[in-house]
């Protein structure tokens, strides 16, 4: 247990969020998570939804976080995919492959947050505002507010924060010379969901470190 319980917040609630939730909790700490979606999973929640902007470069398009594609698959075999005391086991109602889908990875991130009791700590559709330092001493401002309904902003005062917000929302466009002459249609791969919409078309990629 910790020496001294200190309150932390917890920004998102995807995998490292989740963990750090747990671990913090376990020490004694006061956790708040927040988490702007509904549920827990983070970018492992699959949304048929796009972006508004296939490229996703107009900062007013509609965001959507997730980039997990329909027929998406883990590149990781189970075994590492677990943890040392939650480890990621078949399930008889599940995905049996050795590299499941992202349903079955989301169905195990939610089993360890109803294991560690992770539910009971977040606060849902909720989004960060600004976090700020108070002072010059350790402790951090948070404001929030719900993504539904009031537009009020909470403001709480954490001795830390913790931010897991994912790096996966903000799609990464490389230097591609003349592209700007390419009249055809251009997506982010972050966009792509299902194949039927390019049936019997030629595709030109593009990839980027």
Sequence with gaps: MATRSVKVAVIGAGVSGLIAAKELHQQGHTVVVFEKNNRIGGTWIYDPKTDSDPLSIDPTRE?????????????????VMGFLDFPFAKRESGDPRTFPGHEEVLRFLEDFAGEFGIYGLTRFETEIVKVERK?????????????RGSDSVSREVFEAVVVCSGHFVEPKLGVVPGIENWRRFQM??????????????????????
């Design 63 to 79: 965001i959507v976080h997730s980039s997990v594609y329909l027929s998406l698959r883990t590149n990781l075999p189970r075994p």
């Design 135 to 147: 002072g010059k001493g350790n402790e951090w401002v948070v404001e929030s507010r719900m993504t």
């Design 188 to 209: 982010h791969s972050h966009n792509y969901r299902v194949p039927h919409s390019f049936k019997d078309q030629v595709h030109q990629f593009s990839y980027f470190e």
